[in-house]
C-alpha cells in the first residue's frame, strides 16, 4: 500500500520574528515549504503526502502548490489543530497508505539516502526515527537553573525528522494519547508510551529544523553548498 508522509505545517514560528509562516519564508528563490516538499515528490517510494496547515492558510497553500506543480491526487492540504499532535492525527486520518513517515515543513535538507535507510528499518521494526549524536555537552539543570547532573554525551542523540511507523502503530499511539491526555514532543513519544521500540537511525547534520533567524542563514549557506556540488558532479559527467 506504500509509503505516506505527514507534514505539519500549522505552526506560527514566533520565534523566527516574521509576520510570515517559518514555512512559507523565501529560501533560495522558493519558500522553505515548496522546497521540503520536493524532496518528498521526488522521492519513489512515496504514494501520497498530506500538509497539514491552519485553516486561514489553507487556500493559500492550494494556491502555492498549484503554483509549483504540486497538485492533487499525490498531494493534499488538510486543516490542522491547535497543537502539532492534533495536526499530525488529522494528516493520519487522511492518509490510507500501510507506512507513514511525519517530517517538519521546516527542514527542507533531508536527502534520499536518509530516507532509503530511515525506511528499511521502519519496515523492520514497524517504528524509526532519525536522530544524530548530540556533539555538545549537556547540563541537567533545576527549576534555580543549578546543574543537577550531566548525562553521559555518548548516549545522548538530537532527534530529526522524519520519523517513520506503521500506519496502524501511530494510529493507534494516537488515539491512545488523545484518551489520556497525554501531551508529547513528537510522534516517537507516542509510540514510546505503548512500551514499543523505536530504531535510531543516523542523520545528517544539515537536516536543520529551521527556528530562529539564524538558522535561515545557515539554510542560505546549506543550500549554497549543495548547489555547488551539484554543479560539479553534474560538469564532470
Known sequence: MGVGVVIPAAGQGRR??????????????EPVLIRTLRTF???????RIVVVVREEEKTGT?????????????????TGGEERQQSVYNGLKALDTEWVMVHDAVRPFVTHDRLDAL??????????????????????????????????????????TPQAFQRDLLMEAHQK?????????????????????????????ANLKL??????V????????????????????
Open 16 to 29: 523566527m520574528g516574521t509576520s510570515v509562516s517559518k514555512q512559507f519564508l523565501d529560501l533560495a528563490g
Open 119 to 160: 525506511l528499511d528499518a521502519m519496515r523492520e521494526n514497524k517504528a524509526a526515527i532519525l536522530a544524530v549524536p548530540v556533539k555538545d555537552t549537556v547540563k541537567r539543570v533545576n527549576e534555580e537553573k543549578l546543574v543537577v547532573d550531566t548525562p553521559e554525551r555518548k548516549s545522548l542523540w538530537a532527534v530529526q
Open 41 to 47: 515528490t521526488s522521492y519513489v517510494a512515496i504514494s
Open 62 to 78: 492550494n494556491l502555492l502548490l498549484e503554483k509549483h506543480g504540486l497538485l492533487p491526487p499525490n498531494v493534499e492540504v488538510v
Open 218 to 237: 545557515l539554510a542560505e549557506a546549506i543550500w549554497k553548498m549543495r548547489s555547488q556540488a551539484d554543479d560539479e558532479n553534474r560538469t564532470r559527467v
Open 177 to 205: 494519547g488523545e484518551e489520556e491526555g497525554w501531551s508529547v514532543t513528537d510522534d516517537a513519544m507516542l509510540v514510546e508510551k505503548l512500551g514499543r521500540e523505536i530504531k535510531v537511525v543516523e542523520g545528517d547534520y
Open 211 to 216: 527556528t530562529t533567524p539564524e538558522d535561515l
